[in-house]
C-alpha cells in the first residue's frame, strides 16, 4: 500500500482547525475517487483533465483544446527539415550559436 501526496493546486482541500492549527487533509473515497480532484481534473493524483480538455503546457491548467494552431506542427516539421537540408548540402563552416539550434532540431 503506497500513499502519495496530490500535488498542490490539483486536489481539494478541507481545513481542519479543531484542532488548534490548521492542517490540510485530502479526502479520498473508495467508490468515487475523482471527488477529492479540483475542478476539472480526475485520475490517479489528479494528474488528467476531464470533459475533452486538456493541459496547458505554460500553466498546468485544464484548458478547452481548439484546433486554431494544428497548422504550426506541420509548418515546422517543414522549416525543420529544410534547414537540416541547408546545413547539409551547403557544407559551410556554421556560427557558433548555431550549433544548438541544430542540435534541437534534431
Not at 503506497?2 to 500535488?7: D, E, I, Q
Not at 477529492?36 to 489528479?46: D, Y
Amino acid at each position: 500500500l503506497f500513499f502519495h501526496l496530490c500535488p498542490s493546486g490539483y486536489c481539494r482541500c478541507y481545513f481542519n482547525t479543531s484542532i488548534g492549527i490548521s492542517t490540510c487533509a485530502n479526502v479520498y473515497v473508495n467508490s468515487d475517487p475523482d471527488r477529492q480532484c479540483v475542478c476539472e481534473r480526475k485520475g490517479i493524483l489528479c494528474g488528467e483533465c476531464r470533459n475533452n480538455l486538456g493541459v496547458s503546457v505554460l500553466l498546468n491548467e485544464c484548458v478547452s483544446c481548439d484546433k486554431t494552431n494544428v497548422i504550426l506542427i506541420p509548418a515546422l516539421v517543414i522549416l525543420d527539415v529544410i534547414v537540416i537540408m541547408i546545413v547539409v548540402f551547403v557544407d559551410a563552416p556554421l556560427p557558433q550559436w548555431s550549433y544548438s539550434l541544430l542540435f534541437y532540431i534534431q
